[in-house]
């Protein structure tokens, strides 16, 4: 179990608090399949993504973007117990959707970048611990079922 200090969930707290989903969600996942560009493989269905112009546009992604960082307020909502937060949705992501666990990760760190962006100044040093710290745990939880 992760220990978590009133300082590290107040600031956890506070990004979601000042989140704009649907800004943040797919900036995020368009940065990730745009920089990352094998992880797209996984988003076969959605249409067109053969260049950057056209995953910003696509409005299956930005849905999609909105959709995992509203899945973060589950862990946000549970933050003693995101292991068994998520436990049915790592089995899904590795045994029907086969999703490379390292995926989560750079999704994880694409969603930073954005937020760091986003907050400018306010994203100090002890706010990027806390986030990292967050989303660390949240990607080892996703993971879970790889082990």
């Known amino acids: ?3 978590w200090t009133d300082s590290e969930r107040a600031i956890i707290t506070s990004i979601f608090s000042n989140l704009d989903y649907e800004e943040i969600g797919r900036k995020s996942l368009c940065r990730c399949l745009i920089v990352y560009p094998w992880t797209q493989r996984y988003f076969g269905g959605f249409g067109n993504l053969y260049n950057a112009e056209t995953i910003l546009c696509n409005p299956l992604i930005a849905a999609h973007g909105t959709k995992i960082l509203h899945g973060l307020d589950r862990a946000l909502k549970n933050m003693d117990d995101i292991k068994n937060t ?3 949705l790592s ?3 590795s045994d029907k959707l086969h ?7 750079l999704l994880a760190d694409c969603l930073t970048v954005v937020i760091a962006a986003k907050m400018g100044p306010a994203f100090t040093v002890d ?14 939880a996703l993971g879970r079922q790889y082990h």
């Open 1 to 3: 179990m992760v220990e």
């Open 86 to 88: 998520y436990a049915e």
């Open 91 to 93: 089995p899904l992501h």
């Open 99 to 105: 999703v490379d666990p390292d995926n989560f990760r």
């Open 127 to 140: 706010t990027q611990v806390a986030w990292q710290k967050f989303l660390s745990v949240v990607v080892s």
